[in-house]
């Protein structure tokens, strides 16, 4: 029998609160390149672990520890150099030797590093623009040795997962807005200049958005002040007609704040060689951005554990926080009369990963409705996903899960 609790939760609808917060990094943000590289080299060595054990055969590892520190640039209006480039440290541990098997990591992960930059970063080039050094270190036997062990997987650490549902109107309007500014298709034609690295902040003041974008401009593709100034109007009326299918609330939209308007020189506004900051003084670290569902959102629980890159076998840090958003999704979306849930998961170290100290589910019901008529069905979803939890570490392996 698992502990498998379901309460309800004793706080305002999100979308009945007078004030909301949302922040998403996108994907060209120092901090979402780490979390990037870090879950490509996981894959990438599950993939080798795979390859030689067999199926479903990964060894224990951690690719979390990725660090940028930042280059030096100098962008021009159509044009601009890189002076320094950015430095990219991979760091971890991975299980290099294992029943006669050698696992080259370093190459592996510095292959996964820079196929990750080149797809993500248009205007990046990986030779020139970037020194990649790994550091991943070996594996603790202890933890090496937990993939012999019989029976279900036993986790790593005593921690938390947590995961909501559903997606507020200001939650779906930011994320689907750097989706979108950041999809391949959209930097084409008059957006060339738009570059990767994007972040949105929204503010919803009881039924008034404000958008708060930040957007690097790739230099080559702005010739002028004027062109930068045509870029980031068109940009802004993108984003605003994307807002009148999202939401009926009244949608403010301000983008690149900082910029000198009056100023006829690069210098003036937020111009980058590549479309990120990290050529030029913003630093990275896995696990400062977004949660596992994409966004940071104070008004709602989070979990400061880093998703990116931890193994998808037995790290409960990682296994948990994506859990718990799929769990959370499929209540509202099959359970009659949910209106929101919360749901926390805890681990306890040594113990089943399936079988967790505690499944805690707090929903917020429609009116009407009873906590007694919808606690079966609510117990039976988080029971079945924990029946198939190993279809979490299957996902994460093929890329199915977003962690940042």
Same mark, same amino acid.
């Given at each position: 029998?698992?502990? /498998?609790?379901?309460?309800?939760?004793?706080?305002?609808?999100?979308?009945?609160?007078?004030?909301?917060?949302?922040?998403?990094?996108?994907?060209?943000?120092?901090?979402?390149?780490?979390?990037?590289? *870090?879950?490509?080299?996981?894959?990438?060595?599950?993939?080798?672990?795979?390859?030689?054990?067999?199926?479903?055969?990964?060894?224990?590892?951690?690719?979390?520890?990725?660090?940028?520190? &930042?280059?030096?640039?100098?962008?021009?209006?159509?044009?601009?150099?890189?002076?320094?480039?950015?430095?990219?440290?991979?760091?971890?541990?991975?299980?290099?030797?294992?029943?006669?098997?050698?696992?080259?990591?370093?190459?592996?992960?510095?292959?996964?590093? @820079? @196929?990750?930059?080149?797809?993500?970063?248009?205007?990046?080039?990986?030779?020139?623009?970037?020194?990649?050094?790994?550091?991943?270190?070996?594996?603790?036997?202890?933890?090496?040795?937990?993939?012999?062990?019989?029976?279900?997987?036993?986790?790593?650490?005593?921690?938390?997962?947590?995961?909501?549902?559903?997606?507020?109107?200001?939650?779906?309007?930011?994320?689907?807005?750097?989706?979108?500014?950041?999809?391949?298709?959209?930097?084409?034609?008059?957006? @060339?200049?738009?570059?990767?690295?994007?972040?949105?902040?929204?503010?919803?003041?009881?039924?008034?958005?404000?958008?708060?974008? *930040?957007? *690097?401009?790739?230099?080559?593709?702005?010739?002028?002040?004027?062109?930068? @100034?045509?870029?980031?109007?068109?940009?802004?009326?993108?984003?605003?007609?994307?807002? &009148?299918?999202?939401?009926?609330?009244?949608?403010?939209?301000?983008?690149?704040?900082?910029?000198?308007?009056?100023?006829?020189? &690069?210098?003036?506004?937020?111009?980058?060689?590549?479309?990120?900051? &990290?050529?030029?003084?913003?630093?990275?670290?896995?696990?400062?951005?977004?949660?596992?569902?994409?966004?940071?959102?104070?008004?709602?629980?989070?979990?400061?554990?880093?998703?990116?890159?931890?193994?998808?076998?037995?790290?409960?840090?990682?296994?948990?926080? /994506?859990?718990?958003?799929?769990?959370?999704?499929?209540?509202?979306?099959?359970?009659?009369?949910?209106?929101?849930?919360?749901?926390?998961?805890?681990?306890?170290?040594?113990?089943?990963?399936?079988?967790?100290? *505690?499944?805690?589910?707090?929903?917020?019901?429609?009116?009407?409705?009873?906590?007694?008529?919808?606690?079966?069905?609510?117990?039976?979803?988080?029971?079945?996903?924990?029946?198939?939890?190993?279809?979490?570490?299957?996902?994460?392996?093929?890329?199915?899960?977003?962690?940042?």
């Amino acid at each position: 029998m698992r502990n /498998i609790i379901v309460d309800k939760l004793s706080q305002t609808p999100i979308e009945e609160l007078d004030i909301e917060i949302v922040e998403r990094k996108g994907i060209g943000h120092p901090d979402s390149i780490s979390d990037g590289i *870090a879950e490509s080299v996981s894959r990438a060595l599950c993939k080798e672990y795979m390859d030689k054990l067999g199926e479903g055969k990964v060894l224990h590892h951690n690719t979390d520890e990725v660090q940028i520190t &930042a280059g030096e640039s100098n962008p021009a209006f159509g044009g601009g150099e890189i002076i320094k480039p950015i430095d990219f440290l991979l760091t971890g541990r991975g299980v290099r030797k294992f029943d006669g098997e050698k696992f080259a990591i370093d190459r592996i992960a510095i292959k996964a590093a @820079k @196929k990750y930059l080149d797809e993500t970063l248009i205007n990046f080039n990986v030779e020139t623009d970037a020194v990649v050094e790994c550091k991943i270190g070996e594996g603790s036997g202890d933890l090496v040795d937990v993939f012999k062990r019989k029976g279900a997987i036993s986790s790593n650490d005593t921690s938390f997962g947590v995961g909501y549902a559903p997606f507020s109107e200001t939650e779906n309007l930011v994320l689907s807005t750097e989706e979108l500014l950041n999809s391949k298709s959209f930097k084409k034609g008059k957006f @060339k200049a738009v570059g990767e690295d994007i972040k949105i902040m929204g503010l919803r003041e009881k039924n008034k958005i404000a958008l708060t974008v *930040a957007c *690097a401009m790739v230099s080559s593709h702005v010739f002028d002040a004027e062109s930068y @100034k045509d870029t980031k109007a068109d940009l802004k009326e993108t984003i605003l007609n994307l807002a &009148a299918k999202k939401t009926d609330k009244n949608v403010e939209v301000f983008v690149n704040t900082a910029d000198k308007e009056d100023s006829n020189s &690069a210098e003036g506004y937020y111009l980058t060689v590549t479309g990120t900051s &990290a050529e030029m003084g913003d630093d990275g670290s896995v696990g400062r951005g977004n949660r596992a569902n994409g966004l940071i959102t104070p008004n709602r629980p989070m979990s400061m554990e880093a998703t990116s890159g931890k193994n998808p076998i037995n790290h409960v840090g990682k296994i948990y926080n /994506i859990l718990s958003n799929q769990i959370a999704h499929d209540i509202v979306n099959e359970v009659e009369g949910v209106k929101q849930t919360n749901i926390m998961i805890l681990s306890q170290i040594g113990k089943a990963i399936d079988q967790p100290k *505690a499944a805690t589910t707090q929903l917020i019901l429609d009116d009407g409705y009873e906590l007694d008529k919808v606690s079966k069905k609510v117990k039976e979803i988080v029971d079945e996903w924990l029946d198939n939890i190993t279809s979490i570490t299957e996902g994460v392996v093929k890329g199915k899960y977003r962690t940042f």
